[in-house]
């Protein structure tokens, strides 16, 4: 089945910098890469997602890349806020079966 | 609409009792799927129902097992439970369950400790 790493699990940024979470897949057949975004205490939500067939997408702030010759996409934050302190998960699927999630990373922007 | 609801919150249990948790999905939808949140595990997948029926399993042991019932509610239940279970349990729904074209929203979670 698929496997998903993700890196680094915890990450520290000074507000205003970016901040960049890397994961990669095993399953070549995997097609769809969404980014959840966990609060303290909070249920996780979707952010941002990306299909195989594109190599970026954005939405304001955020960002995803896939490469899918090396199997592994990133989630890039610009001009991080105290609000982007949050736990990101990553995730991967060939789109018929479940989502495979990564271990997540512990962001933290500090003032 | 109303969001994804998960009961009881709370749980505390002791070694060897059993216990059943609950989701209601956002109405419309027909796919749940549940996930053990550990810390450093992150989210592992336990099993989906669609329309009544397990469509897919994770490799949990047998000692967690889950059923839907028509309206779309979701109960899962861990037998004989461990120090081990203690975890925050989610749920997500979604419409069809194919993630690659429906989103799922996940509940806010049964925190489960077990002493």
């Not at chain 2, 998960?6 to 059993?18: M, N």
Request: contains cysteine.
């Amino acid at each position: 089945g698929e496997n998903v790493e993700q890196h680094p699990s915890t990450l520290s940024v000074q507000e205003g910098d970016s901040a960049v979470i890397k994961c990669t897949y095993s399953d070549s057949a995997s097609n769809y890469f969404p980014w959840y975004k966990q609060e303290l205490g909070k249920r996780p939500q979707l952010i941002i997602d990306i299909r195989s067939n594109v190599g970026e997408k954005k939405d304001q702030r955020i960002a995803v890349t896939l490469n899918k010759t090396a199997k592994h996409f990133s989630l890039h934050i610009t001009e991080t806020q105290p609000e982007d302190s949050a736990v990101y998960f990553c995730a991967a699927t060939r789109g018929n079966e479940k989502l495979t999630f990564g271990t997540g990373t512990r962001l933290t922007i500090i003032p | 609409k109303a969001g994804v609801t998960q009961t009881p919150r709370y749980l505390i249990k002791t070694r060897g009792q059993q216990v059943t948790l609950s989701c209601s999905p956002i109405s419309g939808h027909r796919s749940v799927s549940w996930y053990q949140q550990t810390p450093g595990q992150g989210l592992q997948f336990l099993f989906e129902y669609f329309s009544e029926t397990q469509r897919n399993k994770g490799n949990f042991p047998g000692r967690f097992s889950g059923r839907q019932f028509s309206n779309s509610r979701s109960e899962m239940n861990v037998s004989t439970l461990e120090l081990g279970d203690s975890a925050l349990y989610l749920c997500a729904s979604s419409l069809s369950g194919r993630a690659v074209s429906d989103e799922q929203f996940f509940g806010p979670g049964t925190r489960l400790t077990v002493l």
